[in-house]
């Protein structure tokens, strides 16, 4: 009998060479898996089960874990308000995670003998693929013909035309990876440190005018509904609010940082959803948790954001910072208002019930009501000790 390997498809052109050079050159059986996390519309899941089978794949399945991609990552990446170096909402790499995962549950459930995917070797999601494989099923073994044979794109084509494969597989000036949480953009501009992408990379054209409000309700942290019009499935809200903005070109930013295998990269993208929503809710909670709570918040979602970034979703500590994410968002209900305009936007204020600069103690700048002059001029004393002490001890030595 041939050996069963399942291969994570997308039906470009890396997992077409594999496909069909695992089948004609190896001898598997092929079974082909696209993991869909929101970035695939049901005619494009159409067309790749298509050329999965003109490949020679013995069965094709798409696997759907949009909302368990919500569920188990947005979610807390929103409470954490992850954005990695403070610009880039870990679109495609948290989304490599939970790909991983379904793939290879699918290996183990059909008793797959091999479990293969299509990444080169000077990229993340080889990392992201090979580690989760490896963790969930070390008994399964891991093919990777496109990194191992070190493959020119000259090559995969030839060879798939070489067997009769005749799609339209010539190279394209972008590569273009969408999914729910965004869009990256990868081009020539990307590979070099003085130039940014020019208006035609993105997949997304401006064709709003002038300015919008934008309402963005949330309850305990999640997005609850979307200029007064309520969602159950956050994931649709999570559209809808990519829907709005993506044609104001919101969004739209470049992302240098540092990679899993240790060198430098950059990448375009595009995520009007994950940016406004985002920083909506981070406003919102400026608004309704407390000092300390803003800090360790703060430092809790670097690290989770850092972690699934570099392909460490399994470890142990990423579900106790999931917990204290998730028990900060008690008091993060309210409405923040948002005004649109081509390529920006404003954060207007919140409107809610927690909100702790409405409170009878006093307002900024303005009046005290919870303490008197002298309870200011006792507290400013108290405050000063350590400085006083400092300095009078400075003077005592001449200095």
Same mark, same amino acid.
């Given at each position: 009998?041939?050996?069963?390997?399942?291969?994570?498809?997308?039906?470009?052109?890396?997992?077409?060479?594999?496909? $069909?050079?695992?089948?004609?050159?190896?001898?598997?059986? &092929?079974?082909?898996?696209? +993991?869909?996390?929101?970035?695939?519309?049901?005619?494009?899941? $159409?067309?790749?089960?298509?050329?999965?089978?003109?490949?020679? #794949?013995?069965?094709?399945?798409?696997?759907? @874990?949009?909302?368990?991609?919500?569920?188990?990552?947005?979610?807390?990446?929103?409470?954490?308000?992850?954005?990695?170096?403070?610009?880039?909402?870990?679109? &495609?790499?948290?989304?490599?995670?939970?790909?991983?995962?379904?793939?290879?549950?699918?290996?183990?459930?059909?008793?797959?003998?091999?479990?293969?995917?299509?990444?080169?070797? #000077?990229?993340?999601?080889?990392?992201?693929?090979?580690?989760?494989?490896?963790?969930?099923?070390?008994?399964?073994?891991?093919?990777?013909?496109?990194?191992?044979?070190?493959?020119?794109?000259?090559?995969?084509?030839? *060879?798939?035309?070489?067997?009769?494969?005749?799609?339209?597989?010539?190279?394209?000036?972008?590569?273009?990876?969408?999914?729910?949480?965004?869009?990256?953009?990868?081009?020539?501009?990307?590979?070099?440190?003085?130039?940014?992408?020019?208006?035609? /990379?993105?997949?997304?054209?401006?064709? +709003?005018?002038?300015?919008?409000?934008?309402?963005?309700?949330? &309850?305990?942290?999640?997005? !609850?509904?979307?200029?007064?019009?309520?969602?159950?499935?956050?994931?649709? /809200?999570?559209?809808?609010?990519?829907?709005? %903005?993506?044609?104001?070109?919101?969004?739209?930013?470049? !992302?240098?940082?540092?990679?899993?295998?240790?060198?430098?990269?950059?990448?375009?993208?595009? +995520?009007? #959803?994950?940016?406004?929503?985002?920083?909506? !809710?981070?406003?919102?909670?400026?608004?309704?948790?407390?000092?300390?709570?803003?800090?360790?918040?703060?430092?809790?979602?670097?690290?989770? %954001?850092?972690?699934?970034?570099?392909?460490?979703?399994?470890? =142990?500590?990423?579900?106790?910072?999931?917990?204290?994410?998730?028990?900060?968002?008690?008091? @993060?209900?309210?409405?923040?208002?948002?005004?649109?305009? =081509? *390529?920006?936007?404003?954060?207007? %204020?919140?409107?809610?019930?927690?909100?702790?600069?409405?409170?009878?103690?006093?307002?900024?700048?303005?009046?005290?009501?919870?303490?008197?002059?002298?309870?200011?001029?006792?507290?400013?004393?108290?405050?000063?000790? =350590?400085?006083?002490?400092?300095? /009078?001890?400075? $003077?005592?030595?001449?200095?």
């Amino acid at each position: 009998m041939k050996e069963k390997v399942v291969l994570a498809f997308s039906g470009g052109l890396d997992t077409s060479f594999c496909a $069909k050079y695992l089948s004609e050159e190896k001898g598997y059986d &092929v079974y082909t898996a696209v +993991a869909n996390t929101g970035g695939f519309s049901p005619e494009e899941l $159409k067309v790749i089960e298509t050329k999965a089978y003109k490949l020679g #794949a013995v069965k094709h399945v798409t696997l759907d @874990v949009t909302q368990e991609y919500y569920e188990k990552s947005i979610k807390y990446m929103v409470f954490g308000n992850v954005l990695r170096n403070g610009t880039y909402p870990i679109s &495609v790499s948290s989304e490599r995670i939970f790909q991983a995962i379904a793939i290879i549950n699918y290996a183990k459930d059909i008793k797959a003998d091999c479990v293969a995917h299509g990444s080169t070797g #000077a990229g993340n999601d080889q990392i992201r693929f090979d580690l989760t494989f490896d963790v969930l099923a070390p008994e399964i073994k891991i093919l990777t013909p496109t990194r191992d044979l070190n493959l020119t794109r000259d090559y995969e084509i030839n *060879y798939l035309r070489k067997h009769g494969i005749e799609a339209d597989f010539k190279k394209l000036e972008y590569s273009i990876n969408k999914g729910l949480w965004g869009t990256s953009i990868g081009g020539k501009e990307t590979l070099k440190s003085e130039q940014t992408l020019p208006e035609e /990379a993105y997949p997304s054209q401006v064709t +709003a005018k002038g300015t919008e409000t934008l309402k963005l309700e949330f &309850v305990e942290g999640q997005l !609850h509904a979307v200029n007064g019009e309520v969602f159950a499935d956050k994931v649709l /809200a999570i559209n809808k609010v990519e829907e709005i %903005g993506s044609k104001f070109g919101i969004g739209r930013d470049m !992302h240098i940082g540092d990679t899993i295998i240790g060198i430098k990269g950059r990448v375009g993208f595009e +995520a009007a #959803a994950p940016l406004l929503i985002i920083n909506a !809710h981070k406003m919102l909670e400026k608004h309704t948790l407390s000092k300390w709570q803003q800090y360790w918040k703060d430092q809790i979602g670097t690290w989770y %954001g850092m972690f699934l970034h570099e392909a460490q979703y399994l470890e =142990p500590v990423m579900r106790d910072c999931e917990a204290m994410l998730e028990s900060s968002q008690r008091n @993060v209900t309210g409405t923040v208002s948002v005004i649109l305009r =081509p *390529y920006s936007y404003t954060l207007v %204020g919140v409107e809610s019930s927690f909100d702790l600069v409405k409170t009878d103690f006093g307002d900024y700048g303005e009046v005290n009501k919870g303490w008197t002059a002298d309870d200011a001029k006792g507290f400013t004393k108290i405050l000063s000790n =350590p400085l006083r002490v400092y300095f /009078a001890n400075q $003077k005592k030595n001449g200095k």
